[in-house]
């Protein structure tokens, strides 16, 4: 009489057992099942990992040329809306949607609020922030709860290839321990507005 595996349920024979291709069939769909989850589960982190990366440097480059410093920073926070675990509220009807911030319709304001995101402990002055996003539409950001100025704008793509804009917002902000980011969007007179993804720089 055949035992099974612990984890998967899998048949295990004794060398007196009887079997039938039918237990075997059982076997090879959950073995098949699980091993799609692991490639899906790699897909994701060999997604994630080349993302984060060029993200860190794409902010530590831009800082640079933005003060001509390559000094030590604080903390980074970034997201690209690969899922809503930071994040605590969605206004105004506004969704995480294909790995973007929506918001639909003429006239429409929504706002993304995160937890408030550990920093490790550490202490900032001051904040320097970008984030891209689809064309038309406007777009305002906050840390804990303090709005940042817009220093500037320009083309760009994201991550993965999309053609978007970029927005820079900086500001004396002080704080430390923890994070809240808020960014608000407002379709204005057009019919959406989208942000692909952010990065919050402490200094």
Not at 141 to 170: H, P, Y
Request: aromatic share 12%.
């Amino acid at each position: 009489m055949a035992t099974y595996t612990p984890n998967y349920g899998l048949h295990q024979w004794v060398p007196e057992d009887k079997f039938l291709r039918t237990d075997f069939n059982e076997d090879f769909s959950k073995l098949d099942i699980e091993l799609g989850r692991v490639d899906g589960m790699a897909t994701e982190l060999y997604r994630a990992v080349p993302n984060l990366a060029y993200t860190v440097y794409d902010l530590a480059l831009k800082d640079y040329y933005e003060s001509k410093y390559h000094g030590y920073r604080r903390a980074l926070l970034m997201d690209s809306f690969l899922s809503q675990a930071n994040i605590s509220s969605l206004t105004g009807g506004l969704v995480v949607q294909n790995g973007a911030l929506v918001l639909n319709g003429a006239g429409k304001m929504g706002t993304m609020t995160t937890y408030r995101l550990s920093l490790g402990g550490a202490e900032w002055a001051r904040v320097v922030a970008w984030v891209k996003y689809a064309l038309g539409g406007l777009y305002t950001m906050a840390v804990n709860g303090v709005a940042l100025e817009k220093q500037g704008a320009w083309s760009t793509q994201t991550v993965d290839g999309i053609e978007c804009r970029e927005l820079q917002f900086g500001g004396d902000v002080a704080g430390s321990d923890s994070a809240e980011i808020s960014i608000t969007l407002d379709t204005s007179s057009g019919s959406s507005a989208t942000v692909y993804e952010y990065g919050v720089m402490f200094l």
